[in-house]
């Protein structure tokens, strides 16, 4: 069931650390992204909880980072065992199509017929075994040609994520559980959500891709082939000093688009896209909301409370309040509550209304308040 | 109808301020009482208006302030006009009996047949005009012998103040809207705040007192002996060198009681004491839905905004933000809200829960929180 010796040897894990996770804004900033925190409880960035999911499976010398050349020192501090070769820094946010196809380029070039794995720097997984051996599976997959990604088995009918709908299995020898994936579809309202999970044919869609580097990169091909051109051009230029001089002419000109439509839809719509589905909790710690419900650990009556040295006095039994600076806080008689304190910026909102933090921070922008962003 | 010139040359404004306003945290504070804050919009603190309500009745000379020792200073920057020797500063709170008894007996003794006025630092009136002409006409009941308070025309059932009753016309010349009060009642039900209003017997009580302070001082002196005793030993050394070695001795061990109990529901039943009906608009701003409903004038689609350089994105159309730190404040979806931010603590409640905020004060001081009081 496990993937060989021989797939492990030739996996390499990708960890894109881009985003900055604007609906946790004001604890997620430009210079503090949201896999710099430590959302998960674990003491930890979820950065470092990602590289200590994944040393198991590739081992150090074998994850690569792709992030902002702002976030530099910081992912370095936090993963002293990174390799240098392994930091690939962009200028300027591209999307995911441009990181992750570099990551595959340059690695290919390195080492034809290597087997790579992208996963988000900010997710929350409680079960890393369970995680690996799901990737395991995924390499199997990968290895005989399919762009693998990982589906969630879901546990409610979320109308956070959007689902993969997979009923044929796929017939791969170390891989019982794999799929072909049908289709992917968008954040559903409730009632779809509630048939979805019923049927037991959906899957959350955790955006983790497992391929070869080579079959990966056709398809990004296939899709954008200026795209394509422009980053086989960086990755050949990558490990000579002419790097900088083409990242330079380059980087800044490749198209902006999500990996999601430049791989995932289409080689659904080919046949080419196999799930494997994973029963771990997994969670993408969209907003504060979901942080509040991953902190009570489902518990109605908790109010979460994340920041060091927190000092709260509250009778809220539902919500979070995140400290990041050393202030009192007091909540009286307000429930479902989301308090996020930092030193130049508050906000208080519901968890309801989570999602729309995000919307705020566009307004911040607008109303010339970047200096909180 | 107004008093006469020789009764406003008689006259003595008391202003005693002491309160913290433990309702008000974490805005009001032990180095930061209510009285020093702007709560009422206009720019200054509540002591200085208060002052400035005062001075065209009393003129600058003749006010007298009660205040903590710890608020020397502040009140004397607040009031640049008041004079050295109508300073009376407590060494501990002794409540309001001690502190109102003292001013009176320390203007007996230096003018014999002085009329005291005792008025809150901390409270908002909007009509001075009419507020002085209110007073002018309790000057007259008070040297008729009356001591006399001033009540409020209700504008609404507020469950939030103590009501008078007054029935009978009290026929003094000079003062044709004065009436004796019948008694006092505490703060009502709003079924029974209704009918107090319905009736138009009743007023709120503002707990203003004006009355000859040799009045005072026997009512006082029926009630509580020995408080009269510590008061006239206190008032008989303050201007001579004997002061401080007499404060220390017998302040301490003056009865902490307000004047409520002492001189006002006493007289009341012996049928001495007047009211006089103001019609200005008055509110003791004791919470924060008090000061939201101020700011508001009462819209219902307002956020009230304090602080002079707040920085508020809100979509709410009810509550107030009391901004003292100079962060960005962002409100999602929450109404009603009342949200007070300070360098060193955050509160965050709901107009209907802000009468409990006082508890959260005890909580603080039980936990180990005193830094923040």
New interface residues.
């Given amino acids: 069931m496990a993937a060989s010796d021989d797939l492990l040897d030739r996996f390499y894990s990708v960890i894109p650390a881009g985003g900055i996770g604007s609906r946790l804004w004001?604890l997620s900033r430009a210079d503090a992204p949201k896999f710099l925190h430590d959302l998960s409880g674990s003491g930890q960035s979820l950065l470092r909880d990602t590289w200590d999911r994944l040393v198991p499976l590739s081992g150090e010398h074998r994850i690569m980072v792709v992030t902002g050349r702002a976030h530099r020192a910081a992912v370095e501090k936090q993963l002293p065992g990174l390799a240098d070769a392994n930091v690939v820094l962009e200028s300027e946010p591209r999307e995911s199509t441009a990181a992750i196809g570099l990551a595959a380029a340059i690695l290919e070039r390195r080492e034809p017929g290597v087997i790579i794995g992208s996963f988000a720097a900010d997710h929350v997984i409680s079960q890393p075994e369970r995680f690996r051996e799901v990737v395991k599976q995924a390499l199997v997959t990968a290895d005989a040609g399919y762009i693998t990604t990982i589906g969630i088995t879901p546990t409610e009918p979320s109308i956070g994520f959007g689902y993969i709908h997979a009923t044929k299995p796929l017939v791969v020898e170390g891989a019982p559980d794999a799929k072909i994936v049908d289709s992917f579809v968008e954040k559903p309202d409730l009632a779809t959500a509630k048939k979805y999970v019923k049927s037991g044919s959906y899957l959350w869609n955790a955006g983790m891709f497992i391929a070869r580097a080579d079959t990966l990169l056709e398809q990004i091909g296939h899709s954008r082939p200026e795209l394509l051109e422009g980053i086989l051009k960086l990755a050949e230029a990558w490990d000579t000093p002419r790097r900088g001089a083409v990242v330079d002419q380059v980087w800044p000109e490749l198209e902006k688009i999500a990996i999601d439509y430049t791989v995932a839809e289409p080689s659904a719509l080919e046949g080419k896209l196999a799930v494997v589905p994973g029963n771990f909790t997994w969670d993408d710690v969209g907003d504060f909301a979901s942080i509040a419900k991953l902190h009570s650990g489902g518990r109605k009556s908790e109010l979460a409370i994340l920041g060091k040295n927190a000092?709260v006095?509250s009778d809220s039994s539902s919500g979070v309040v995140v400290s990041h600076s050393n202030?009192?806080?007091?909540?009286?008689?307000?429930e479902d509550?989301v308090?996020v304190?930092?030193?130049?910026?508050?906000?208080?909102?519901?968890s309801?209304?989570a999602q729309?933090?995000k919307a705020?921070v566009d307004?911040?922008r607008l109303?010339g308040?970047g200096d909180?962003l």
Wanted: hydrophobic letters at 55%; charged letters at 15%.
């Fill in positions: 004001p000092r006095l202030r009192v806080i007091s909540l009286i008689g307000v509550i308090v304190d930092t030193p130049d910026a508050l906000l208080v909102t519901t309801a209304h729309r933090v705020v307004a911040l109303s308040s909180v």
